[in-house]
């Protein structure tokens, strides 16, 4: 049985059409900038893309694609079940659901909380449930593996009724990827991941550090809201919760002005006025760009902090893990990371830092010193797996009512 993967945005469609357990995957897809007139997908199959224009094509259009090109190859009747990537599951989700009205409603409910995200999930949900009408549908929600953080971690230092009336607590996201990174992290150090005490760091556009004691979180860097914790590739991370308030007085700006500023031009962008993208940052930095330099060890800085940070919500320190786009290729980023944390034991090996690039996962720490991993994520494989035991769990039950 194979499993499609659907992450739907608000102007893209990414899909993988994999095996959950072996991780065998026979389509990758991305459509982009749906709706415009510049809309393309691009396929991936065994290694060899292929790009394809299609302007102005919707969501539903994009589905229509991708039945065609699962009958090409083959697979159309062999698809068992489509998991989905759905961004905010509140306090609602802490596991992964079978999707009807009830869980549609849900996720419905927590748009407030993630007005860009949820919207662009349930128009995918609904879009995929007319494509494959017969098939079973299940949300894999961002913020579930961060449903076992305890109160201490969890609730601002608000009044109460802001948390009773309007959910305002930390949520926190990239979920899938860290609960991923900590069993493959467990693998590489030969232990059973229910004894081990890690921090994992997702750096990608996206950034957060979550605490990961026994396989479960503890404490996470994003919030409410995913503008939260570190320095990002547009985010501005933690700013002086007065700053909207500033902001309005001193430049006129409105709230909504202020939101857009540190979502989209803030974090490395912001910092360096040149670019969100840290491979490009480390390139200016090192030909003397001035902003990129400063950008790079903002970045670091605050990242080295947040490491240090989460470690309080353990009771030992195992690993440290890096993965996304930065944490898996920048070995720049990781040394002045590890630099800054010789507090809590680690010590750099150049070579092996500078030998794990995507892909190559490995120990980037000296022996003696706390182990330092890099780990390649797997979100789609994570949603895949997540997908195919909640399918197995509820079988049973219904051949039993059968
Ligand atoms: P992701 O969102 O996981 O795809 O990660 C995107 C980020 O990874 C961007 O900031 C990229 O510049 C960064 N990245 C990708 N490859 C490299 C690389 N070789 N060196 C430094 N950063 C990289």
């Not at 290694?47 to 394809?52: C, L, N």
């Not at 229509?64 to 990537?85: A, F, K, N």
């Not at 000296?366 to 195919?388: D, H, K, W, Y």
Request: aromatic share 6%; glycine share 12%.
């Amino acid at each position: 049985m194979w499993t499609l993967v659907l992450n739907c945005g608000s102007s893209s469609v990414k899909f993988a059409l994999l095996q959950a357990e072996s991780g065998e995957t026979a389509l990758l897809g991305l459509a982009e900038r749906l709706g415009g007139p510049e809309a393309r997908l691009v396929l991936t199959r065994g290694g060899q893309k292929t790009e394809s224009a299609h302007p102005d094509v919707s969501y539903a259009g994009v589905f229509t694609l991708l039945l065609s090109e699962l009958e090409r190859l083959g697979l159309r009747e062999q698809v068992g079940v489509v998991g989905h990537r759905v961004v905010h599951g509140g306090e609602k989700f802490s596991a992964p659901a079978l999707i009807d009205a009830a869980v549609l409603e849900s996720i419905r409910a927590c748009i407030p909380l993630a007005p860009l995200h949820n919207p662009a999930n349930l128009a995918g949900i609904e879009a995929a449930q007319q494509a494959f009408p017969e098939l079973p549908q299940v949300a894999v929600f961002d913020t579930a593996f961060h449903q076992t953080l305890p109160p201490v971690a969890y609730r601002y230092a608000v009044p109460e009724a802001w948390y009773s009336g309007y959910g305002v607590r930390r949520y926190g996201f990239h979920g899938t990827s860290h609960a991923y990174v900590a069993q493959q992290a467990a693998r590489m150090l030969g232990r059973p991941l229910a004894e081990l005490n890690l921090v994992t760091a997702h750096l990608g556009n996206g950034c957060s550090v979550a605490a990961v004691s026994g396989g479960k979180s503890l404490d996470t860097s994003m919030g409410l809201t995913p503008l939260e914790g570190l320095v990002m590739g547009t985010r501005s991370g933690d700013v002086d919760p007065n700053l909207h308030e500033y902001l309005a007085r001193q430049a006129g700006l409105s709230l909504e002005e202020v939101t857009d500023a540190l979502n989209r031009h803030s974090g490395l962008t912001g910092l360096s006025g040149l670019s969100g993208d840290m491979r490009q940052l480390e390139e200016a930095a090192a030909q003397g760009h001035a902003g990129a330099v400063l950008a790079v060890e903002v970045f670091v800085y605050r990242l080295a902090k947040s490491v240090a940070a989460m470690s309080v919500a353990l009771p030992t320190l195992d690993a440290l893990v890096f993965t996304g786009g930065i944490g898996e290729n920048s070995a720049g980023v990781r040394a002045k990371v590890l630099g800054r944390l010789g507090l809590l034991g680690f010590s750099l090996d150049e070579a092996a830092n500078d030998a794990a690039v995507r892909g190559g996962a490995g120990h980037i720490g000296r022996p003696g010193s706390t182990p330092a991993l890099v780990v390649g994520t797997n979100e789609e494989l994570m949603i895949a797996r997540e997908a195919a035991r909640l399918l197995d769990s509820v079988r049973p039950a219904a051949g039993g009512q059968a």
